[in-house]
């Protein structure tokens, strides 16, 4: 099984700010399979990004993502007010398929 | 606009059986993968398994034997069932659109395990 450890465990910034939240493989990912998701409180999870840099549709383009193999980055190049959540990378190419443990944004 | 809805019961007593539907609007199950993911309270997200009309099911190895999902094409529902469950089964479950990359998300159902 693929484990995936995010840092940090939360990221405290303010509105306009960036953010880099990282996400490490146990393993190398082929393919890149690794995604991101937003979840808010009571909320299902919302798919961000997949292979490791498309943006699904509808996301801002303040968000972005990048990396190969065993290290990965999830980018918000300016943090909006509804940006504050708690973030998910997963892979989908390891069976089974795996997330991390979440890096939480909230406001500084 | 594809949109999924888990529906079941909340409480299930320890040793008994997790039963769950969800059912599917805007899309044909037969079109497609359908997976299901749970979330314990205040807790990180963990792969039930998926299924698919054309394939076996994929269940998540840590479960054991003691799931087993199916699908209902006159409904356009598919379903899980959890057996033997504990305490460590409380959790919100989602139902979820796609095989290993879950693209569309039900709104998730809090199941608690207890007597």
Redesign the interface.
Same mark, same amino acid.
């Given at each position: 099984e693929v484990v995936l450890t995010q840092s940090p465990g939360t990221l405290s910034l303010s509105p306009g700010e960036r953010a880099t939240l990282s996400c490490r493989a146990s393993q190398s990912l082929g393919n890149s &399979?690794l995604?991101w998701f937003q979840q808010k409180p009571g909320?299902? +999870?919302?798919?961000l990004i #997949?292979v490791a840099s498309s943006r699904?549709p509808g996301i801002p383009d303040r968000f972005s993502g990048s990396g190969s193999g065993t290290d990965f980055t999830l980018t918000i190049s300016r943090l909006e007010p509804e940006d504050f959540a708690v973030y &998910?990378c !997963?892979q989908?190419?390891g #069976? +089974? +398929?795996?997330?991390? !443990?979440?890096t939480k944004v909230d406001i500084k | 606009q594809v949109q999924l809805q888990e529906s079941g019961p909340g409480l299930v007593k320890p040793s008994e059986t997790l039963s769950l539907t969800c059912t599917v609007s805007g899309a044909s199950i037969r079109s497609d993968y359908w997976s299901w993911i749970r979330q314990p309270p205040g807790k990180g997200l963990e792969w039930v398994g998926f299924i698919n009309i054309r394939a076996s099911p994929y269940y998540n190895p840590s479960l054991g034997s003691r799931v087993t999902m199916s699908l209902d094409t006159s409904k356009n529902q598919f379903s899980l069932r959890l057996t033997s469950v504990t305490a460590a089964d409380t959790a919100v479950y989602y139902c979820a659109k796609g095989r290993t990359l879950p693209d569309s998300w039900g709104q998730g159902t809090l199941v608690t395990v207890s007597s």
């Open positions: &399979y995604a909320q299902a +999870p919302r798919l #997949s699904a &998910y !997963q989908y190419g #069976s +089974p +398929p795996t997330f991390g !443990q979440g | -």
